[in-house]
C-alpha cells in the first residue's frame, strides 16, 4: 500500500489549497478514505472521509470550508481547502481505515508521509 500526498504549502488566511493522494497497491474503489491532520505536539485527528459509495464526513470545525472527493478512475482522493485559517494549520494525512470502522470513529489502517499546510500572513 503506497498513499502519497502532495499539494501542501504556505498560504495567506482566506486562501485555498488542494490536497491530492494518489494511492496505489489495494484496490483504491473498495476503500472508504480519509485525511487527518496533525498539530504540533498533537495527535491525529479526522478532518474528512469518504466512504466506497460516496457518502462523505467532516468535522465541524471544516464543515463548509472544505471538500473531499474521490476519483477511482485515478486512485485519487483530494481534499478542496477554501477559506482557510491559521488554526487550519497542521500536516495533512491521506489515509485508509479499517474496514467497518465509521467516522468520527474510523480507525486508521495505513496512512501516506503527510503534507504541511501553513496558513500565515
Known amino acids: 500500500v503506497q498513499l502519497v500526498e502532495s499539494g501542501g504549502g504556505l498560504v495567506q488566511p482566506g486562501g485555498s489549497l488542494r490536497l491530492s493522494c494518489a494511492a496505489s497497491?489495494?484496490?483504491?474503489?473498495?476503500?472508504?478514505m480519509g485525511w487527518a491532520r496533525q498539530f504540533p505536539g498533537k495527535g491525529l485527528e479526522w478532518v474528512s472521509g469518504?466512504?466506497?459509495?460516496?457518502?462523505?464526513y467532516y468535522v465541524d470545525s471544516v464543515k463548509g470550508r472544505f471538500t473531499i472527493s474521490r476519483d477511482n478512475a485515478k486512485n485519487t482522493v483530494y481534499l478542496q481547502m477554501n477559506s482557510l485559517k491559521p488554526e487550519d494549520t497542521a500536516a495533512y494525512y491521506c489515509?485508509?481505515?479499517?474496514?467497518?470502522?465509521?467516522?468520527?470513529?474510523?480507525?486508521?489502517?495505513?496512512w501516506g508521509q503527510g503534507t504541511q499546510v501553513t496558513v500565515s500572513s
Open positions: 469518504i466512504y466506497d459509495d460516496g457518502t462523505t
Open positions: 497497491g489495494f484496490t483504491f474503489s473498495s476503500y472508504d
Open positions: 489515509a485508509t481505515v479499517l474496514h467497518g470502522t465509521r467516522w468520527p470513529n474510523a480507525k486508521l489502517r495505513y
